[in-house]
């Protein structure tokens, strides 16, 4: 299992299954290298993805554009330069720099507590801080947790309810992603700005960069040339489950949540816009550090999503590493922004399916710009396993024990934390080497035969490669570990 966020199209497959796109040439602003185009459409094959949009900034110039596949289905239509896909919650990104514009203004004090500014709030919720709502450190109870508290026809009633709950924890105390955060955001940008949320972006952020694709809505708006949302999931008896069929996805927000998750945009302005950013045309360069800058916790302590993402900014997740550190707003899980900032280098990719997750291949892509990024050389594993990585990639990954108890017999404290195991597993799956991948879950379950999350992960890779006896196998453990594990409970009823 991969920090409970899973590869869903290795649960229930059997193996990975392929589907071959129309994939129409990518069209490109300058030369770039060959490999993005061939590992975007290898990916799109690997995950069934029907259409992507790619853009690449390097030294401030857009080096790349691509589009790929279909944006919709149905009808054939081919993903092209104007293009708009929804965002999801890079909304949010919009929404960070939005509130440093109106610290600059001197109309905000991020430190500042929320009730100064919006004093109708309960009296429990005035001690949370702007920069609390933005960090998503508040406590405050969500408006959408997975029961979905609001829908597009009870948004009054959902505010008045969620107004009566206590909070989740003291403010300041975890980090739990939470969209009354950015609810209660989009209205003090209204309150401070004396304008709609909508109207303060637009005039604030896409008028000046020049986004004439770029909006504010949700499904129920008729976008031209807009792409359709689809998905692989659906619920059965309120349960999700993996289906085997493309599904079209609806995804509608209330007005009042649309700075949480409300945008839709194309690759080519997002990179316009990240430009108009770094170079000074939206905020100033010490906004812009306090933007990216991740939030703390009361204990000194940062957190974000998981994985990679280990950190949260202001309305921006961060990946806080020694090398090539970034900040990388995400969406709906298939959507991703990275910007390297010591790089000087930026990708967006947008897809149109859920459960793309390209925040774990963009990485990928960007080392074709820079090689010292290559997850082949293990670029991003702790030192002690990029230089296992480097051992078994020259031996072969079937003398990955031996090499193991080796380095134990040369320094008895030698140590692999079971989530950096299942990590390196992971991303060998990413570059397509399940074989190898398989024989790193291996070792993961024989170093930490307890753990409920070393099962799941290596009945995966099992299920991936066709071999149903052990998936079920591995899978049976995790659950006798943690009855709990959805994903195993879901794989064992299958036929």
């Known amino acids: 299992m991969k920090n409970s966020r899973h590869l869903f199209w290795l649960r229930t497959t059997g193996v990975v299954l392929t589907l071959l796109l129309c994939l129409n040439s990518a069209t490109q602003a300058q030369s770039a290298p060959d490999s993005v185009d061939q590992l975007v459409q290898r990916t799109m ?3 069934r993805i029907p259409g992507v949009q790619l853009a690449v900034v390097r030294h401030g110039q857009l080096v790349k554009l691509g589009n790929y596949g279909l944006a919709n289905v149905q009808d054939s239509v081919p993903v092209t330069t104007q293009t708009p896909f929804f965002l999801n919650s890079i909304t949010k990104a919009f929404v960070g720099v939005a509130v440093m514009q109106l610290v600059e203004t001197g109309q905000l004090d991020l430190a500042a507590p929320v009730g100064r500014y919006l004093p109708e709030l309960p009296a429990t919720w005035h001690p949370v801080t702007v920069r609390q709502l933005l960090t998503h450190t508040s406590g405050l109870p969500d408006i959408l947790p997975e029961d979905a508290l609001v829908t597009e026809n009870n948004e009054k009633t959902a505010w008045a309810q969620v107004q009566t709950q206590p909070l989740d924890f003291p403010a300041g ?8 955060n950015y609810l209660l955001l989009g209205r003090l940008i209204e309150k401070l700005s ?7 972006i637009q005039q604030r952020q896409l008028e000046v960069v020049g986004m004439p694709h770029t909006s504010i809505g949700d499904a129920h708006d008729v976008l031209p040339q807009g792409a359709r949302g ?3 999931t659906q ?7 993996r289906s085997p069929q493309l599904r079209n996805l609806f995804e509608v927000f209330p007005p009042s949540l649309r700075p949480a998750a409300g945008m839709s945009s194309t690759a080519q302005e997002i990179a316009s816009w990240l430009v108009a950013l770094q170079r000074g045309k939206l905020l100033q360069p010490q906004s812009l550090l306090a933007l990216w800058t991740p939030g703390l916790l009361t204990d000194g302590s940062q957190r974000g999503f998981g994985g990679k993402l280990t950190g949260y900014a202001l309305g921006w997740p961060t990946v806080s590493r020694a090398e090539h550190p970034a900040v990388a707003p995400v969406g709906g899980g298939r959507s991703a922004v990275f910007l390297y900032p010591q790089d000087e280098l930026a990708i967006v990719v947008l897809t149109n399916l859920q459960g793309a997750n390209p925040d774990r291949f963009v990485d990928a892509l960007a080392a074709c710009y820079l090689p010292d990024m290559r997850a082949v050389d293990g670029f991003g594993l702790p030192p002690t396993l990029r230089a296992l990585h480097r051992r078994v990639r020259q031996r072969g990954f079937s003398h990955l024990e031996e090499e193991v108890k080796q380095a134990r017999r040369r320094t008895p404290t030698y140590a692999l934390p ?12 990413e570059q397509g080497q399940l074989t190898d991948a398989l024989a790193v879950f291996q070792l993961n379950v024989r170093l930490y035969p307890t753990s409920a999350n070393t099962y799941d992960s290596l009945a995966e890779t099992y299920a991936a490669l066709g071999n149903r006896k052990l998936a079920s196998r591995h899978y049976t453990r995790a659950l006798q570990l943690n009855p709990q594990n959805r994903t195993a409970a879901e794989y064992l009823q299958q036929p």
């Open 418 to 429: 079971e989530d950096a195991i299942n990590a390196w597993g992971y991303s060998l799956i």
């Open 45 to 47: 094959r690997q995950l």
């Open 230 to 232: 689809y998905t692989y």
């Open 194 to 200: 004396g304008q709609p949320f909508a109207q303060f």
């Open 173 to 180: 105390q975890q980090f739990a992603y939470n969209q009354t």
């Open 235 to 241: 619920y059965v008896d309120g349960q999700r489950r």
